[in-house]
């Protein structure tokens, strides 16, 4: 074979927007959600971001041995044409809506991986224009999901988050709503006795992606402006409007670093955590996010908003009253009052209860019995 048709080849599996599999059975399931994991199986690399790329898999093989075929598309990218009827529809929109539309007798199945749509929306409107209003400045609203029906479609909505995310849902859904935990990055060697010995209870964390007034780092940051004896250690990307408003603010200070995006497997990031005894995270809508989940396995006691809260998080850690700078205060003066007996304990309670709770085997567990139980409620004829 010539060296231009198997680069034609390798061009043509990386660039379409749909996996194919017949392997499973007769009958089909049409995945919309991503494609990039099955093509970088072999890049360890690439499954160090989010822990979607890692379940995206996961969700194959469970489809594989409940005897589905399965056609995985990326979830807004362009379809091809069908040609074949689909016995269940399963993921995100908008492809998730109009294989629905086409597909009329499937078994659908929504896939929420945060909060409900419009409280998300609205969540994001409210702190943006209280942000604007207090530092004076034009923020665009950032991560606004388009309005769509697809909760209203589904016969079922499969949700990864907790009872608090469920609470952000109108009450005519919530009866379609089964909770899954979705799984946390496998970490290799955690030593959670060295965590013990390195940890600093005058050290916090702040660890998230993009939206971050959704987020809640200004009410953070604004709470370590006034806590100078305690630090604040802060991972991700921050938008450039948010520097433009506290960059002189923290370059001022001397207990705040910012850090950009970290390797979650790298040796600073690791040094990092193991140097932080607790994560603060004011999100105003979530599931349960992964980098709480990741920080949470490798014993940092978490501080959150309840949208960004397992159901359990009063046993874990502190649940914040409101997502208000006087509430962040009061969690700062409840971690300070920790013994260290306490404080050991927590650790040990969230690295126990993340790898016992959130991991690969649950989470294909969880999924396949979830497919089950609605398969089982639901006829699905072969069409």
């Not at 029906?149 to 907790?162: K, Y």
């Not at 050290?203 to 006034?226: A, P, Q, R, Y």
């Not at 790898?355 to 089982?376: A, D, G, R, W």
Request: charged letters at 20%.
């Amino acid at each position: 074979m010539g060296l231009k048709i198997i680069i034609r080849r390798i061009f043509s599996f990386f660039s379409k927007n749909h996996i194919i599999s017949n392997i499973g059975g007769s009958k089909w399931i049409f995945v919309s959600y991503i494609t990039e994991p099955f093509k970088r199986k072999k890049n360890d690399g690439y499954f160090h971001g989010h822990q979607n790329r890692q379940e995206t898999l996961i969700i194959a093989e469970v489809a594989q041995e409940l005897g589905f075929s399965y056609v995985f598309n990326d979830y807004d990218k362009p379809l091809n044409f069908w040609k074949r009827n689909f016995d269940i529809v399963f993921g995100l929109e908008p492809n998730f809506k109009i294989l629905c539309e086409k597909n009329p007798k499937a078994l659908k199945i929504y896939y929420a991986t945060g909060a409900y749509f419009k409280h998300q929306n609205l969540m994001i409107i409210n702190r943006t224009n209280a942000f604007c209003e207090k530092y004076d400045t034009n923020y665009p609203y950032k991560r606004l999901i388009k309005e769509h029906n697809s909760c209203e479609v589904a016969d079922f909505i499969f949700q990864i988050g907790s009872k608090f995310t469920i609470e952000t849902y109108p009450e005519h859904l919530r009866h379609k709503i089964l909770i899954i935990n979705q799984t946390s990055h496998v970490f290799k060697n955690i030593n959670i006795e060295e965590k013990i010995k390195m940890t600093s209870s005058k050290d916090f964390i702040w660890f998230g992606s993009w939206g971050t007034i959704l987020k809640g780092l200004d009410l953070v940051i604004e709470c370590f402006f006034i806590n100078k004896s305690l630090n604040l250690h802060v991972v991700g990307p921050i938008e450039e409007e948010f520097l433009r408003v506290f960059k002189n603010k923290i370059n001022n200070v001397s207990n705040i670093f910012l850090y950009g995006f970290l390797d979650v497997t790298s040796k600073e990031f690791r040094d990092l955590v193991n140097k932080c005894a607790f994560l603060i995270f004011p999100s105003a809508s979530e599931g349960v996010p992964g980098s709480v989940i990741n920080l949470q396995i490798l014993g940092v006691i978490p501080i959150l908003s309840k949208w960004a809260s397992p159901d359990k998080i009063t046993d874990l850690g502190y649940l914040l009253k409101d997502l208000s700078i006087s509430s962040i205060n009061e969690s700062i003066d409840w971690s300070q009052s920790l013994s260290h007996d306490q404080l050991v304990e927590l650790i040990k309670t969230n690295y126990y209860y993340i790898s016992t709770t959130h991991n690969n085997k649950k989470f294909k567990m969880e999924m396949k019995n979830l497919f089950n139980s609605v398969i089982t409620n639901h006829e699905i004829v072969n069409t």
